[in-house]
């Protein structure tokens, strides 16, 4: 049975499923799922990414971690994690970076947080040398200093969306009421959650919440806070989040949420402001928000790609410059992509998110 039949069947037992259960099962369902069953990134795949465009994203965000790390103590041992590692490029460059850092990569454990097992072997592969251990969750992650890096996996968790309706909310929801998946919306109700968003709605707009970010979260910065370390988190989002930000991605190209489950890509925009406040509750500070292009730029991406760029000739040469355009130039990745640092509050922000 394919997954969309299988959902319908479900909607037909159960009734309507909110858009986060519907992402779930698109996204993570064990055989069927979009994760479960391919490798979407790359020119072939769906989306490309940051550490895929280029390899001065990971060593960058490794000589950000590397200096937290020394700044901190250099602490040892250390757990050194990545959530969502994709096909393993970022690790392996920001590895590849610090090996010149003293004691950094002995006293380092690589603990990758990652539910496809396609994209498993992928990384095992990509860190051969590094003996990683895998992890379904963020709370399986020892209890020991942290230096951690999620670039693109906030977006891949599950939203639930709400339309205001007065002072009450109704909820999107997935259903199928003429035998094809459909959305609708709850009856309003009041909804405790969204109170602070009355102040800045009004009737009709959207908001979106991610359940599933506040268990990462406050798992990550519970170790933060108390065993030191720090946390970069890179996605596209804002503080507060405001609208339907909820897309598929199929073959480079928007596709309808609904129409292809388990075979398209999807994704909402990062509430940052929602994560910095459960990692604050869970004891940790954090950074003001940077666009990716001013923290690459903070981290000396330009002299990077200049360097890499004299000793490369023709088409890699200017694959370096279109690169570095991409990554950090205000009307591509620049300012859509964010970044926001999560250290202990004794301790100062990483470099590159300096207030
Ligand atoms: N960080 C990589 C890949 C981004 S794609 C890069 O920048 O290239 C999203 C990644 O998160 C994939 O590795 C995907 O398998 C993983 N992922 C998505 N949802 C997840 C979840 N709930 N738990 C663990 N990993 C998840």
């Not at 990134?41 to 937290?68: N, R, V, W």
């Not at 003293?102 to 992928?122: K, N, W």
């Not at 998946?181 to 968003?197: F, K, Q, W």
Request: charged share 20%; net charge negative.
């Amino acid at each position: 049975m394919s997954l969309k039949d299988q959902i319908l069947s479900r909607i037909r037992a159960d009734g309507p499923i909110s858009v986060a259960s519907y992402m779930n099962d698109c996204l993570l369902h064990p055989t069927l799922g979009y994760y479960a069953t391919r490798d979407p990134l790359g020119a072939k795949g769906d989306f490309i990414t940051a550490p895929e465009i280029s390899q001065m994203f990971g060593e960058l965000i490794g000589l950000s971690l590397a200096q937290a790390w020394m700044d901190q103590g250099s602490p040892a041992p250390f757990t050194l994690a990545e959530l969502g590692p994709g096909r393993g490029t970022l690790m392996a460059d920001l590895l590849r970076a610090t090996r010149a850092v003293p004691g950094f990569h002995a006293a380092a454990h690589i603990a990758l947080v990652e539910r496809s097992l396609p994209l498993r072997q992928l990384q095992a592969t990509a860190l051969a040398d590094h003996d990683p251990s895998w992890h379904e969750d963020v709370d399986a992650l020892p209890d020991q200093p942290l230096f951690l890096i999620a670039n693109e996996f906030f977006d891949a968790l599950p939203v639930r969306q709400f339309v205001r309706a007065g002072p009450h909310w109704r909820e999107r929801r997935v259903g199928a009421p003429d035998g094809d998946l459909m959305i609708g919306l709850t009856d309003p109700a009041p909804y405790s959650a969204l109170d602070h968003r009355l102040n800045d709605t009004k009737d009709g707009d959207l908001v979106e919440i991610c359940p599933a970010a506040t268990p990462a979260i406050t798992a990550l910065a519970q170790r933060i806070g108390t065993y030191g370390g720090a946390a970069l988190i890179i996605d596209y989002g804002d503080w507060r989040s405001l609208g339907d930000t909820l897309q598929a991605l199929r073959a480079h190209k928007a596709a309808d949420i609904l129409s292809t489950p388990g075979d398209a890509d999807l994704t909402a925009h990062v509430d940052f402001e929602a994560l910095a406040t459960v990692a604050n509750a869970a004891g940790c500070a954090h950074s003001r928000l940077t666009t990716q292009g001013v923290f690459l730029e903070r981290l000396g991406i330009t002299a990077r790609a200049q360097r890499l760029a004299s000793v490369a000739t023709g088409e890699a040469q200017q694959n370096l410059i279109t690169a570095h355009r991409r990554l950090t130039h205000p009307t591509e990745m620049g300012n859509l992509f964010k970044t926001l640092g999560l250290y202990p509050k004794t301790a100062t922000p990483p470099p590159g998110l300096e207030p």
